[in-house]
């Protein structure tokens, strides 16, 4: 079963407009982190926040955590044509005694030029 | 330094054919997993290994097997395949923290 639900499932923006992309998941975790896939290719790791953690940044990432709501936000900013891919968020559930990502269904972002 | 390398990338099997997917890494990760990506469903994990010579299943296990003889290698068969079983196959192997995935396997079962 899916621990994590991204919402919205698809996203078109412009560029340089800003994307977000929000995960809420069931059950208490570890950590949450994010994952990016371009069309036929792996998933690649962004960014992992732990549960102890409310906000992380990288580049022109900001990722949030609300563990009293269950749920996380991925904002993109200023976006670019190449950031154009899918985007999977993944929890670490505390129950597993052992790192074991579940992933949700993902958002497919498009970015115009 | 290739990191995560599965073979082969595609592949078509006949119902009832059975077939090996490898997945290599150089990285000396612990822990490697093989999960499934099928349309609206996201990832969903097969098997996974914590270590040399142990194996564990995953949520959906049912028609694979795995193998870790090796720490660098970890093979997912499919002993008499199904049409059920057309997907995408992705290896990911990991320290803890961030996950690093090969770049898929392309399986059609006619």
């Known amino acids: 079963s899916q621990q994590g639900e991204e919402d919205p499932q698809a996203l078109s923006i412009q560029e340089g407009e800003n994307a977000t992309m929000n995960c809420s998941y069931k059950?208490?975790?570890?950590?949450l982190q994010w994952y990016r896939q371009n069309s036929g290719r792996g998933l690649v790791h962004l960014i992992l926040?732990?549960?102890?953690?409310r906000e992380k940044h990288s580049g022109r990432l900001r990722v949030t955590l609300d563990t009293s709501k269950k749920s996380s936000s991925l904002l993109i900013t200023a976006s670019r044509a190449a950031d154009t891919a899918s985007y999977f968020c993944?929890?670490?559930?505390?129950?597993?005694?052992?790192?074991?990502?579940?992933f949700g269904t993902g958002t497919r972002l498009l970015v115009s030029p | 330094n290739a990191g995560v390398t599965q073979t082969p990338k595609f592949r078509v099997l006949k119902t009832g054919q059975s077939m090996t997917l490898l997945c290599a890494q150089d990285?000396?990760?612990?822990?490697m997993y093989w999960y499934r990506q099928d349309p609206g469903m996201g990832l969903r994990l097969i098997h996974y290994?914590?270590?040399?010579?142990?194996?564990a299943k995953g949520e959906v296990p049912d028609g694979y097997n795995v193998s870790r003889l090796k720490k660098q290698n970890f093979l997912l068969g499919l002993e008499s395949a199904a049409p059920s079983q057309t997907s995408v196959y992705f290896c990911?192997?990991?320290?803890?923290?961030?996950?690093?995935f090969g770049s898929g396997t392309r399986l059609t079962v006619v």
């Open positions: 993944a929890t670490d559930s505390e129950n597993t005694g052992f790192q074991k990502l579940v």
């Open positions: 059950t208490s975790i570890n950590n």
């Open positions: 990911a192997t990991t320290l803890g923290g961030g996950y690093t």
């Open positions: 290994s914590v270590g040399e010579g142990t194996t």
């Open positions: 926040i732990r549960s102890n953690e």
């Open positions: 990285m000396n990760h612990e822990y």
